[in-house]
């Protein structure tokens, strides 16, 4: 199984290029039944959710410290952080010999 990450950063009015969303690891190769791992973290003040992606579909989201997962997702992955700063996808891979890419993105959610 090949899983690929990548980095979603939302540009808003006012935002700053100074300001990074940083995504670990890159890439990461599994086989089925090993678990793995998604780190992102953010440097924007204002921000304070981190969503999780995979292909267009929301996995979930962290929102300061309380997470949330879709319902179709509860089983298979599980998330924690603070979405002010940082937050981890854990997950088990289901199927062999496919590649998925995963995205993280940092927002002000309004509340």
């Known amino acids: 199984i090949s899983v690929f990450f990548k980095k979603v950063?939302?540009?808003?009015?006012?935002?700053?290029?100074?300001?990074k969303v940083d995504q670990s690891p890159a890439?990461?190769?599994k086989r089925r039944g090993?678990?793995?791992?998604?780190r992102c973290s953010h440097s924007v003040p204002s921000y304070n959710q981190i969503s999780?992606?995979?292909?267009?579909?929301?996995?979930?989201?962290?929102?300061?410290?309380n997470s949330a997962t879709?319902?179709?997702?509860?089983?298979q992955f599980n998330i924690t952080g603070d979405g002010a700063k940082s937050s981890t996808l854990d997950f088990m891979p289901e199927a062999s010999g496919r590649s998925v890419t995963y995205y993280c993105a940092a927002s002000k959610a309004q509340c």
């Open 70 to 75: 879709e319902s179709q997702y509860t089983s």
């Open 9 to 19: 950063i939302l540009l808003l009015p006012g935002f700053s290029f100074s300001y």
């Open 34 to 38: 090993e678990s793995a791992e998604i």
């Open 27 to 29: 890439e990461v190769i």
């Open 52 to 65: 999780l992606y995979s292909a267009l579909n929301l996995i979930g989201y962290v929102l300061y410290k």
